[in-house]
């Protein structure tokens, strides 16, 4: 899009992509003056912008990139994306170069299994497709009742890397007590930490943790981005206390470490493994099914 415009991607300042990003990003913050790209229409029907993101993936001629553009923002990720007004706000994915065509049906059934397991989540739901079972969204949760909600990730707060492994989970519970000074936050990141280990979502970057600020209080942002991954290298992006691939045993000595009582995590977190076998095992995606 910037070559259309006339311009050089790498002579581009990060004041001008802030310019760029205008009021188009995500949380609280807008960026002025705006520069005005991609002020057109996007298509409004998902099976066509998908299949345009499918295009870009595989480096084929776009018409109009501004659209696409103008769909998704800022968004980011690993997946295109673009945001829906349906009463309300609403994060809509398509899948990647390497996912499977239902792979909306497969994050649809994990947030299901998440919230059953107890995890905040925001509202979800599969949005309609002729090509595939459904289209993933989620409703965005850093708007409230028309207003833009404070929101940082523990990436942007301790300035690591999303792309690699730089944290643990022991440090994110440090972190997230320090922002919200409450235990119950902390056992709601224990069981979403259950839920990452048990779930095989390995991709549990320093990106994918977030809070969310109201009336000067902080508390932790409701999960996403909860579906089956195969992550760096086998092994989780935030560690179990240094262990990549944790076990129930390190799930546990870390909920000791944090001070969380022995009966109720050991509980905890039996019931989360339990819930993400069954869906694992549903899906056939449990390890020694796979190839």
């Not at 066509?48 to 769909?71: G, H, N």
């Not at 809070?211 to 209080?217: H, I, S, V």
Request: overall charge negative; proline content about 5%; hydrophobic content about 40%.
């Amino acid at each position: 899009m910037l070559a259309e415009k006339g311009l050089d991607p790498a002579d581009v300042s990060p004041l001008q992509r802030l310019s760029i990003v205008g009021s188009r990003g995500r949380g609280a913050l807008r960026y002025v003056p705006e520069s005005g790209f991609a002020a057109g229409t996007w298509p409004h029907d998902l099976d066509q912008l998908a299949a345009l993101c499918s295009s870009i993936l595989d480096e084929k001629p776009v018409d109009d990139l501004d659209a696409v553009y103008a769909a998704g923002g800022s968004s980011g990720g690993a997946r295109p994306k673009a945001y829906v007004e349906d009463d309300g706000s609403w994060l809509v994915k398509f899948p990647s170069r390497i996912d499977p065509p239902d792979s909306g049906l497969l994050e649809y059934d994990y947030m299901q299994c998440a919230a059953s397991c107890g995890i905040n989540v925001p509202a979800f739901k599969l949005f309609p497709s002729k090509t595939c079972s459904g289209f993933f969204g989620t409703k965005r949760f850093d708007v409230h009742h028309g207003q833009r909600v404070h929101m940082l990730s523990a990436s942007g707060i301790v300035e690591v890397s999303h792309r690699v492994p730089s944290l643990d989970y022991q440090g994110l519970f440090q972190l997230s007590f320090f922002l919200t000074h409450s235990r119950g936050e902390a056992e709601q990141l224990f069981r979403l930490m259950c839920f990452n280990v048990f779930a095989h979502n390995y991709d549990d970057h320093a990106s994918n943790f977030s809070w969310l600020c109201e009336g000067g209080a902080w508390r932790l942002a409701p999960a996403y981005d909860l579906t089956y991954s195969a992550g760096f290298h086998r092994g989780h992006m935030t560690s179990v206390i240094g262990v990549g691939k944790p076990t129930m045993a390190d799930v546990l000595a870390l909920a000791k470490e944090i001070g969380l009582p022995a009966n109720a995590s050991r509980r905890i977190a039996g019931d989360i493994q339990e819930a993400c076998h069954d869906l694992l095992v549903s899906h056939d995606l449990e390890p020694q099914n796979r190839s």
